[in-house]
């Protein structure tokens, strides 16, 4: 993940105060490449302190979005939180700063695969990956292939961001982001890993 050029602004405008919120989000961006529950709950915790502090912070409503989605992939959420969830979204969706970049079109793709539509994720993720090639768009390219059946594309897509991005957390999206995939029948090759 990059930060969009259209969120720049934001950065430059705070000095020291800036840097401190950029960091804090750096730590919350750590904890969501690792993938896994335990890691996304620190995350949020972080988040919910950080946008407590900062709350015009446009990037971290976006990471909170993110995470709340993929939470509700391994612990599916009641309906009230589904649809303050869903508020959230729109909302997202309102900001301009936020318009045309991967992170929306991430989150969107994260929602729509959740939600079994396919083809709607590919189409967020084309516009995701036109904006930046990212370890984490080859994941999502992946479970979107899986859901339409097509494991020789999620096998490759799986194998590219490892690739961009090799490591046991890159493993652990594949294999338990949105829904489980068993790698030793998507993509054996990446096993060999996992047993280093």
């Known amino acids: 993940m990059t930060i969009p ?14 840097n401190y919120l950029q960091q804090r989000l750096y730590q919350v961006l750590q904890w969501i490449q690792h993938g896994d529950q335990d890691s996304l709950l620190k995350a949020r915790h972080l988040l919910e302190q950080l946008i407590i502090e900062h709350p015009d912070s446009i990037r971290g409503k976006a990471y909170q979005v993110l995470i709340e989605l993929l939470l509700n992939s391994y612990l599916p959420y009641d309906d009230v939180r589904i649809l303050q969830l869903h ?12 318009q045309d970049t991967a992170i929306l079109q991430q989150i969107y793709a994260i929602r729509d695969l959740s939600e079994g539509r396919a083809d709607a994720a590919y189409n967020a993720l084309q516009k995701s990956m036109a904006i930046e090639v990212s370890w984490l768009n080859y994941v999502l390219l992946g479970k979107t292939y899986e859901l339409k059946g097509e494991n020789h594309l999620a096998a490759d897509a799986y194998m590219t961001a490892f690739n961009l991005r090799p490591g046991i957390d890159t493993l652990s999206w594949v294999g338990n982001a949105i829904f489980h995939t068993e790698t030793s029948q998507v993509t054996p090759y990446l096993n060999n890993y996992l047993s280093d």
């Open 5 to 18: 050029a259209k969120v720049i602004p934001e950065l430059i405008a705070g000095g020291k105060e800036q």
């Open 87 to 98: 508020d959230d979204l729109l909302a997202l969706a309102d900001i301009h700063a936020l």
